[in-house]
């Protein structure tokens, strides 16, 4: 039973330094992911103090309705109708 338990220990310190180890290069990792995208946010925020961009267009009016519209193009084509008589 001794023996059983010493391996059963031995396995459990092999597993946990297995895991240690591969946390801390995933924490490496995540760490030049973290600098990188900071190094990123640094870029645009100079960029967006140097040349500031400008405000979008503002969007188009419509300046009749569509009713207008329709009335429009009746009157359009009674003109047509009057003048061919």
């Known amino acids: 039973m001794l023996p059983l338990g010493i391996v059963i220990v031995v396995v459990a310190i092999a597993v946990c330094a297995w895991l240690s180890v ?7 990792q995540l760490r030049a992911e973290l600098d990188e995208t900071q190094r990123q946010l640094n870029d645009l925020k100079a960029a967006a103090e140097v040349a500031p961009s400008p405000p ?23 003109e047509e109708t009057s003048s061919e008589e």
């Open 22 to 28: 591969t946390a801390l290069s995933q924490i490496k």
């Open 56 to 78: 979008p267009p503002l969007p188009k009016t419509r300046s009749a309705g569509l009713e207008d519209l329709r009335e429009q193009l009746r009157a359009s084509h009674r």
